[in-house]
């Protein structure tokens, strides 16, 4: 448990990278590392679009909102595609966030730990976002985004914000009993 929180607490959001590739061995690393998260029923309702053409970037960065005072700083992005195909009922649309989100973190960790750093790009719940990127990465109608990861190696120049985390006292409670 001490190696995985030091791992965690070493991890931080950083927005602005150096030049150099990552290079796609210790992505993909990362990636199989991922397909060991825990899915319903092992589907794997999921797919990783990586994005590391320096011309493309900042085009995907540029479609969630919130990204325009960093863009062009970021090197290199993981799309995390849902695939509704995965699942018959309705009930179960939401399964392919979930999953997606645990094999996301499983690959933010799996970066941290050689040294590529991350930073998660919330994905707006907007119809004309959802398809701009579906026209960007050419997805079909059963997939859905998930959630960005932008990755690489930090720029030792640039700030990374300080963020506090809740005590652990408000963050659980033990439930003994229910009515």
Not at 27 to 53: G, K
Request: aromatic share 8%; proline share 7%.
């Amino acid at each position: 448990m001490d190696d995985l929180e030091d791992l965690a607490r070493r991890r931080s959001s950083v927005r602005w990278y150096r030049p150099e590739p990552v290079p796609r061995s210790i992505v993909e690393r990362a990636v199989e590392i991922a397909l060991e998260s825990p899915t319903a029923c092992n589907r794997q309702p999921y797919e990783f679009y990586l994005v590391d053409e320096p011309s493309l970037v900042p085009k995907v960065a540029a479609v969630p909102m919130g990204t325009a005072g960093y863009v062009h700083g970021l090197t290199a992005l993981a799309v995390i595609v849902g695939d509704l195909s995965a699942f018959a009922d309705e009930r179960d649309r939401h399964l392919i966030y979930i999953d997606g989100s645990l094999a996301a973190m499983s690959f933010i960790l799996a970066l941290e730990a050689p040294g590529v750093s991350t930073l998660c790009i919330n994905w707006p719940d907007i119809r004309s976002r959802e398809q701009a990127m579906a026209q960007l990465l050419r997805l079909e109608q059963h997939q859905r985004i998930v959630m960005l990861v932008a990755y690489g190696f930090a720029d030792e120049q640039a700030r990374v914000p300080f963020s506090q985390k809740k005590p652990v006292g408000m963050a659980h409670t033990f439930v003994s009993s229910v009515s």
